[in-house]
T-cell receptor, first 113, second 115 residues
Framework: QKEVEQNSGPLSVPEGAIASLNCTYS??????FFWYRQYSGKSPELIMS????GDKEDGRFTAQLNKASQYVSLLIRDSQPSDSATYLC?????????????FGKGTKLSVKP | NAGVTQTPKFQVLKTGQSMTLQCAQD?????MYWYRQDPGMGLRLIYY???????DKGEVPNGYNVSRLNKREFSLRLESAAPSQTSVYFC??????????????FGPGTRLTVL
């Protein structure tokens, strides 16, 4: 059973701090990795995608990928209360069903003013 | 562009009733998906359609059927609803599943309660 593991949280950080969200995955064949943000009662919204080892930056967000360790993370710099949401890590299932995504259960982030 | 749209937004059914959830996308995507999201369980794939004319089972297909009506529309049918199908249902679409950069975009969801 392929798995994507995330710490469920809640992760609480003060406003202006760096929030670090982590994700590990079991399928070594995976090639594509995604972070989605989901506000309470809303649908998942894509924040970042990453395909190669290393860092990818987009504004206050940085995704980090280490395929050897089967680890992907999301850093949020200068965290704002509006960043409070659940963050879903998703990994493609190339070893299985045509590249469907496998989702982690999400980490709930709370940014305190 | 509206992206991915879903109807209805909310629905309450009695056990044994049937209903169809509708999904449409205007991004000219080839692939479409139906997920359910339950507390503590994360997003689970029910059915998917890699391209127009094809459908396949996902992780939790029992109790559901789907129809890919055309390239834009993908419907999910509950033939005889059960309380275990109380959930939030999300439709998603992507340009073409199986490609290395394929990215899924989600609709707003349907909150279904089965009494």
């Amino acid at each position: 059973q392929k798995e994507v593991e995330q710490n469920s949280g809640p992760l609480s950080v003060p406003e202006g701090a760096i929030a670090s969200l982590n994700c590990t995955y079991s399928d070594r064949v995976s090639q594509s990795f995604f972070w989605y943000r989901q506000y309470s009662g809303k649908s998942p919204e894509l924040i970042m995608s990453i395909y190669s080892n290393g860092d990818k930056e987009d504004g206050r967000f940085t995704a980090q990928l280490n395929k050897a360790s089967q680890y992907v993370s999301l850093l949020i710099r200068d965290s704002q209360p509006s960043d409070s949401a659940t963050y879903l890590c998703a990994v493609n299932d190339y070893g299985g069903s045509q590249g469907n995504l496998i989702f982690g259960k999400g980490t709930k982030l709370s940014v305190k003013p | 562009n509206a992206g991915v749209t879903q109807t209805p937004k909310f629905q309450v059914l009695k056990t044994g009733q049937s209903m169809t959830l509708q999904c449409a996308q205007d991004m000219n995507h080839n692939s479409m998906y139906w997920y359910r999201q339950d507390p503590g369980m994360g997003l689970r794939l029910i059915y998917y359609s890699a391209s127009e004319g094809t459908t396949d089972k996902g992780e939790v297909p029992n109790g559901y059927n789907v129809s890919r009506l055309n390239k834009r529309e993908f419907s999910l049918r509950l033939e005889s609803a059960a309380p275990s199908q109380t959930s939030v249902y999300f439709c998603a679409s992507s340009e073409l599943m199986g490609t290395s950069t394929d990215t899924q975009y989600f609709g707003p969801g349907t909150r279904l309660t089965v009494l």
